[in-house]
């Protein structure tokens, strides 16, 4: 099993990366943690061109890797589905967490429908009851089609720093 864990887009998402990476390290998990370029150089910070930078960055990363389960946060959850179908990969794992719903919802959505609906693994969705971006019930009803466990957090934010809880998952 090979881990790639997805960041969420903002730089202050860096704290919940380091935790990961630690878990991942402590629990002895073969992992990638990709860092945004624009966290390194904010002066090329620029969202339109956020996937078409990162996601053949990442592509280039797994090569050669197999058995690979995808983690996702809020933007890098949409930067897994893009990864995933331009990749053309088949992961064995796919989680996501804080589902990004609010803003271009149609457009999101038919990212997430397109890519899960393709897969033919064990996909699992973790969302906040008050998370600002989607409550779960959105995520629920953008979802529908889609085979997923969705395992709701009792927080009222958009931080996802679950570490242990996604390599409990692992373990699954």
Avoid at 30 to 48: L, M, T
Avoid at 127 to 146: C, K, W
């Amino acid at each position: 099993m090979f881990v790639v864990y997805l960041p969420g887009y903002s730089k202050k998402n860096e704290e919940e990366l380091k935790s990961f990476v630690a878990c991942f390290k402590k629990n002895k998990i073969e992992f990638y943690a990709h860092r945004w370029n624009h966290w390194e150089h904010p002066e090329e910070e620029n969202y339109e061109k956020f996937f078409e930078i990162e996601v053949p960055a990442i592509i280039s990363a797994l090569k050669e890797k197999d058995e690979i389960v995808f983690i996702g946060k809020s933007d890098g959850s949409r930067v897994a589905m893009k990864v995933i179908e331009e990749g053309g990969l088949s992961p064995q794992q796919i989680i996501l967490m804080g589902l990004p719903l609010s803003k271009d919802r149609e457009e999101k959505i038919k990212l997430y429908q397109r890519v899960l609906k393709k897969q033919n693994c064990p996909i699992v969705i973790i969302q906040n009851n008050h998370d600002p971006y989607s409550s779960p019930e959105e995520v629920r009803n953008a979802l529908t089609d889609i085979c997923c466990q969705l395992i709701i957090k009792e927080l009222d934010t958009h931080v996802y720093n679950y570490s242990e809880d996604i390599v409990s998952l692992l373990a699954n």
